[in-house]
């Protein structure tokens, strides 16, 4: 049974950083892609970035693009999203997702297992 527990989020001022962390249980994760993704009140759940865990490949929203790093440690199945220079726009709850195969997703629909997610708050 796939579990996925997003840890990390907090309230930080604008222009801080923040590192989510989302430990993966219960599968052998090695051939899983990764994916975090967000949700703001009154707005569609938005994809922010994803890994392949077996080769580390990686894709980022424009939106987030140099400014966040989705990482992972394969021994500690465990993925890492570096969030720095954090507006007030990237205020949402922040979910970790995972679906076996090795395809990288950007789509909430693509995903078969999620996390609770964990609220960020980014003041001005």
């Known amino acids: 049974q796939v579990q996925l527990v997003e840890s990390g989020g907090g309230l930080v001022q604008a222009g801080g950083s923040l590192r989510l962390s989302c430990a993966a249980s219960g599968r052998t994760f090695s051939t899983f892609t990764m994916g975090w993704f967000r949700q703001a009140p009154g707005k569609e759940r938005e994809f922010v970035a994803t890994i392949r865990w077996s080769d580390d490949i990686t894709y980022y929203a424009d939106s987030v693009k140099g400014r966040f790093t989705i990482s992972r440690d394969n021994a500690k199945n465990t993925v890492y999203l570096q969030m720095n220079s954090l507006k007030p726009e990237d205020t949402a709850v922040y979910y970790c997702?995972?679906?076996?195969?090795?395809?990288?997703?950007?789509?909430?629909?693509?995903?078969?297992?999620w996390g609770q997610g964990t609220q960020v708050t980014v003041s001005s």
């Open positions: 997702a995972a679906d076996q195969g090795g395809n990288i997703r950007s789509k909430p629909w693509e995903y078969a297992y």
